[in-house]
């Protein structure tokens, strides 16, 4: 069971705008795209039993840390951890449904992977959730070409000098790729530690 303390600082603020966004009476399916850890999966079904989580990972260690969290909680609501790139189209990540999921909630990967992975994000989502169905995601982001604070800034230099394909994605381009996609920006929700939640809501366009 691996741990990030980052996760366990943000898994309750993110956990309250799932529940102020999640209908707690309806059985929700919902996918985890970079569970990591998987301390956020695990916490969020314990609090929304009413939600079947399928996490997934790209990173093979990440894979068997969910594992041994979802051994631990023995919850009836988290199915095991597929692996899943999400630079890959949607028919490669693991055998989920088109218009099948409630949800897709993506964590802290926007800014520290390939922006290919960005894209099959969106794209999938679209494919995958059902129309009125939610992604969210979580992490910092830059507005119209700002990024704020000074230590958004300067985290921002950093990825770009250990990746150059990693960095801070302005909202502005998230929102056009989710457009292209079926997906249209409801919320963003500001967070603790100059972070932010997107909601992006799968509307059909006729
Ligand atoms: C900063 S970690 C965040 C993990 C977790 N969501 C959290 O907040 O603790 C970034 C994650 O992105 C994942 N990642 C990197 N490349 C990926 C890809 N191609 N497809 C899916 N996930 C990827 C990494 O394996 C890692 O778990």
Redesign the pocket.
């Known amino acids: 069971m691996l741990n990030?303390p980052?996760?366990d600082r943000n898994k309750e603020p993110i956990l309250s705008v799932l529940r102020e966004s999640l209908d707690p009476a309806k059985p929700l399916q919902a996918l985890e795209?970079?569970?990591?850890?998987g301390?956020?999966v695990t916490h969020f079904a314990q609090s929304l039993r009413n939600v079947v989580w399928q996490p997934s990972?790209?990173?093979h260690q990440?894979l068997a840390s969910i594992e041994a969290y979802r051994a631990h909680y023995r919850l009836a609501n988290v199915k095991p951890a597929v692996h899943?790139?999400?630079?890959l189209s949607h028919e490669h990540w693991g055998g989920i449904e088109p218009e099948s999921l409630d949800l897709v909630l993506n964590?802290?990967?926007i800014h520290?992977?390939p922006m290919a992975?960005t894209e099959g994000l969106f794209k999938g989502a679209g494919a995958l959730l059902k129309p009125q169905g939610l992604l969210l995601t979580y992490g910092p982001y830059a507005v119209n070409g700002r990024i704020t604070p000074q230590s958004n800034v300067d985290f921002d230099q950093n990825l770009r000098q250990r990746n150059s394909e990693w960095g801070l994605r302005d909202v502005v381009l998230l929102r056009s790729i989710a457009e292209s996609n079926s997906l249209f920006l409801e919320k963003m929700v500001d967070m603790p530690a100059n972070n932010k939640c997107l909601l992006f809501r799968k509307e059909s366009v006729v």
């Open positions: 990030a980052a996760a795209i970079s569970s990591g850890t301390q956020h990972e790209y990173d990440s899943l790139d999400a630079s964590i802290n990967m520290i992977s992975c």
